[in-house]
């Protein structure tokens, strides 16, 4: 081939590898959207519903901290048979069929103040769950995100190694021709296949990666990846400084939280703990109606009313280790609460350097690009001319590509560095999202069953 022919290849093949998909570029209008999948994620996430599932059961603590104000009803009846001898001076045999049907009840007055701080310690943990359920579902989105991200990543990266493999495809090709005439030697087809192998190579391990990321992305968001759309580095709401960034984390972000309610709830357990060694006070009522009590007498009925004290003098040391061990408990909690803190800002401090790293890489790569596309122009027509062999063409050629795929991972971490950071100060949840979803509340489930007296039945809390 002609060495014109040969510019004329590799022309075509540059526009080929400059119009790659990138990991930004634009989508079909019917394109799935990073909101989208967000959504899926809060609607169908097996581990977010799993949590769900936990915090509404964290809300019975509160019924059966209640219940202690509450009455206890029992019934009770017995029926049998009775055989009686009587010795000596009359022998007697008889057989009866005694029966007892009764009915008490018992309301406690005072417990010890174990009822008003089983509550407040019940409430606590409630509080706690909620929070913790906060976290769980900051967690969940930003891996939806990550997930997200990584799809449209390794999508990118997989087009890039296509179009890449195509381009040296044809310069192989080129090279095989200009050696046919004479023009290169042997040594210059062999470097051009290397390239393709390479390439080929590189193709196959980009897509291993994106069949990754696409059963990660499943796992997620809970449905196949389809068209995505290229998502933004989050910007609304993010603060403006990294004090500000570290200040709204220890006000807001839900782990903190959590382990400040769960300290709280711990401080009550004492209380309840301690109430074992009070005395306590109940009033009980029962109705007891008897059959063939005797011989004498037939049947009988009896009720009676109550007021009943319970003064605990030793129990067996139990109720003091009880004690003994909320105690610890709670030091163990106000410990959890600064290394809540300290994750959490180790977060932001992370995902703070990251999107200044991944903004400053975008940058750098850009540059990249576009003096790896001028040395490119300039190495083929310094080849046209004889001045540069093939291999500086595939050398130039794979500087391009490697800028290219920089770019792509640095938009990529752009993404998702945004997102952490707004993890990190605890604002990623559905409601400051948009996500078009019913929100989940965890408070509806809380108010139904706090004063439920009676039921089995149970709800998904919305």
């Known amino acids: 081939m002609p060495v014109s022919g ?10 080929a590898l400059a119009t790659a998909v990138g990991l930004f570029a634009a989508m079909p209008a019917s394109a799935e959207t990073i909101y989208s999948a967000l959504a ?8 977010l519903n799993a949590a769900r599932a936990e915090a509404r059961a964290v809300d019975e603590g509160v019924a059966q901290a209640l219940s202690g104000w509450r009455p206890t009803v029992t019934g009770e009846a017995s029926i049998g048979q009775r055989y009686t001898t009587s010795t000596p001076s009359t022998s007697t045999d008889k057989t009866t069929s005694p029966g007892t049907v009764g009915v ?16 407040k310690q019940a409430e606590a943990a409630v509080r706690a769950a909620h929070e913790s359920l906060r976290n769980t579902e900051q967690n969940v989105l930003l891996q939806a995100v990550q997930a997200y991200a990584d799809v449209v990543r390794d999508s990118a990266i997989v087009q890039l190694r296509q179009n890449n493999l195509s381009v040296l495809g044809e310069q192989l090709r080129a090279t095989q021709d200009r050696f046919t005439v004479g023009e290169v030697t042997r040594t210059d087809v062999a470097q051009a296949r290397a390239s393709v192998s390479a390439a080929q190579s590189q193709l196959n391990a980009a897509q291993a990666q994106l069949l990754t990321s696409r059963a990660n992305y499943i796992q997620v968001v809970g449905r196949e990846p389809s068209k995505l759309e290229a998502p933004k580095a989050k910007s609304k709401g993010m603060p403006g400084s990294l004090d500000d960034a570290i200040a709204a984390s220890r006000s807001n972000h839900p782990a903190i939280l959590a382990a400040r309610y769960g300290e709280e709830s711990a401080a009550f357990a004492i209380k309840v703990a301690e109430g074992a060694l009070l005395p306590s006070l109940s009033l009980q009522g029962s109705v007891t109606y008897n ?3 005797s011989g004498a007498l037939a049947n009988s009925f009896n009720a009676q009313i109550l007021g009943v004290l319970s003064v605990p003098i030793y129990q067996g040391g139990g109720e003091y ?3 003994r061990q909320a105690k610890q408990v709670r030091t163990q909690r106000m410990l959890e609460v600064d290394v809540a803190r300290a994750q959490v ?5 992370s995902a703070w350097g990251g999107l200044q790293a991944a903004n400053a890489s975008i940058q750098s790569a850009q540059s990249q690009i576009d003096a790896s596309q001028i040395a490119l122009n300039g190495v083929r027509e310094e080849a046209r001319v004889g001045q540069r062999t093939t291999l500086d063409v595939l050398n130039a050629q794979q500087d391009l590509l490697d800028a290219r795929v920089s770019r792509v991972i640095a938009e990529h971490d752009q993404v998702v560095a945004s997102y952490s950071l707004y993890a990190a100060v605890g604002r990623l949840q559905a409601s400051r999202l948009g996500l078009q979803v019913r ?24």
């Not at 040969?6 to 526009?15: F, L, N, T, V």
């Not at 800002?345 to 401090?349: I, K």
């Not at 509340?441 to 069953?449: G, I, L, S």
């Open 6 to 15: 040969q510019s004329r290849s590799i022309s075509r093949a540059a526009k």
């Open 40 to 47: 899926n994620a809060y609607m169908a996430n097996p581990t």
């Open 104 to 119: 008490t009840v018992n309301q406690p007055l005072f417990r010890g103040y174990r009822t008003i701080n089983s509550t």
């Open 291 to 293: 059959t063939e009590p």
């Open 321 to 323: 280790s009880s004690v």
């Open 345 to 349: 800002q180790a977060s932001v401090l």
């Open 439 to 462: 929100e989940y509340k965890p408070e509806t489930n809380a108010r139904q069953v706090r004063d439920k007296w009676f039921g089995l039945r149970t709800s998904d809390g919305q």
